[in-house]
């Protein structure tokens, strides 16, 4: 049973609380459009978040869900009142209700009832390698020396030379490429700033800040010499509505992007897929060569995290630290293409202090000197994306060749009850 309750937290512990509220006061005060975010439940616990007053409609449905609705045709409703509908790509409708339906959660429930499920969807909300009762990555960050090297290492090669790669996540720090050398040349879409320096000289560092910049360093670690563009997509506590993100992805399709790297892992809706990503990657699939990849999900599950379920996202899990076995965290199943190392990574991250969201660390305090160790399947991903970019440089294939190649290797060597594995030394000296 799924189903938005005012009492979302009834039952809850208290790292799920405090993740969810964090998304939403985020939300809450963004932007003047200021959209109101809910909490799905279902029995075991949060099931996705959404967008309360607005909904998704596959094109070819909209006449008849405006009927249902009681609202006027599309030609009527563009002419009196525009803001109510907007297209996004592949013509999939952005529809802000009006009355006589007070929810989006009703609406979509009379919708089902009459036409089936998957024909209107929420508007949901997606957030940063997250999963089913759980919104962020597997752990919150953990100071690391400030001189340490790169876990794992920095590989000694020119690998993923002329290969281009747009990582959507968090955005990526002000001068993160002039303090870390494996950083130097990744482009910034937008740079993360950090807030003003405290009394005393010590920078406050918010929750998800340098993530992105993590997440690129691990890339290129693996593909030291590839073109990143680190995007900041998920700007909002580490968040961004569906309808955003495709129409942010859509433009991206013009810049001949070889590897879409996209940092979420998001419940939906009756586990139906999100179906304006869905028209978004058959656009992409029609580019000759293109991939997209993303996490599978942090919270040990089996039911499917998206976009990383789609058949046509290739979705990483995580190993944990003996790399034998499946980290604690990861999701899995035989939606998860593909295993890689995600637990106690090291690499670049802010400088500054660090207040821990979540229980049981809530408010404890962490001091940060640019390094970082972190865990969950946001960081195995990018393991996979550079080991994808090496070997597009190394043997010529494009990125779907490549990718194609790497996964029928790491089938060859799945470890018993784990599933394909790739690990960071893979093809080295090949």
């Known amino acids: 049973m799924t189903g938005e309750t005012e009492n979302w937290r009834d039952g809850l512990g208290q790292k799920v609380i405090d993740e969810v509220d964090c998304v939403v006061k985020a939300f809450r005060g963004s932007s003047d459009r200021r959209p109101e975010v809910k909490a799905a439940r279902n029995d075991g616990g949060v099931d996705h978040l959404y967008v309360e007053g607005q909904i998704l409609v596959r094109p070819e449905y909209l006449d008849r869900v405006l009927e249902i609705l009681g609202q006027p045709a599309e030609r009527d409703l563009l002419a009196n009142a525009p803001e109510r509908l907007r297209r996004l790509t592949g013509g999939i409708a952005l529809v802000t209700l009006a009355d006589p339906w007070p929810t989006a959660q009703e609406a979509l429930a009379e919708i089902d009832r009459q036409l089936g499920r998957g024909i209107a969807t929420p508007d949901h909300v997606l957030t940063v390698a997250g999963g089913y009762g759980s919104i962020c990555p597997a752990t919150e960050p953990e100071p690391a020396y400030c001189d340490i090297e790169p876990y794992p290492s920095v590989r000694a090669d020119n690998g993923g030379a002329d290969v281009l790669i747009y990582l959507a996540d968090t955005g990526l720090l002000d001068g993160a490429d002039k303090g870390y050398s494996w950083l130097t040349g990744v482009q910034a879409a937008d740079i993360d700033p950090l807030p003003a320096k405290l009394p005393g000289g010590v920078q406050p560092i918010p929750e998800y800040t340098g993530h992105g910049t993590f997440v690129a360093g691990v890339m290129r670690a693996m593909a ?29 399709l013009k810049r001949g992007v070889d590897i879409f790297h996209l940092s979420i892992a998001a419940r939906s809706r009756h586990d139906l897929p999100l179906i304006a990503f869905e028209q978004w990657l058959k ?15 942090n919270d040990g599950h089996r039911r499917p995290n998206w976009p990383g379920a789609f058949p046509g996202v290739i979705a990483v899990g995580a190993l944990g630290g003996d790399w034998r076995g499946r980290a604690s965290f990861t999701n899995f199943g035989g939606w998860v293409d593909v295993y890689a190392p995600g637990r106690d990574l090291v690499n670049a991250y802010a400088t500054g202090t660090y207040t821990c969201h979540v229980a049981p660390y809530a408010n404890q305090t962490r001091e940060f000197y640019g390094m970082a160790k972190w865990s969950g399947t946001s960081f195995s991903t990018p393991i996979v994306t550079g080991l994808i970019a090496a070997r597009m440089s190394r043997t010529g294939e494009n990125a779907a060749q490549a990718a194609a190649a790497l996964l029928a290797e790491a089938r060859s060597q799945a470890i018993p009850g784990v599933g394909p594995v790739l690990l960071p030394s893979h093809g080295v000296g090949a």
């Open 224 to 252: 030291p010499a590839a073109e990143i563009a680190v995007c900041n997509a998920f700007s909002i506590a580490g968040s961004q509505l569906e309808s955003d993100l495709v129409t942010r992805l859509e433009d991206e």
């Open 283 to 297: 656009r992409l699939n029609q580019s000759k060569g293109g991939i997209c990849i993303a996490p599978a999900g």
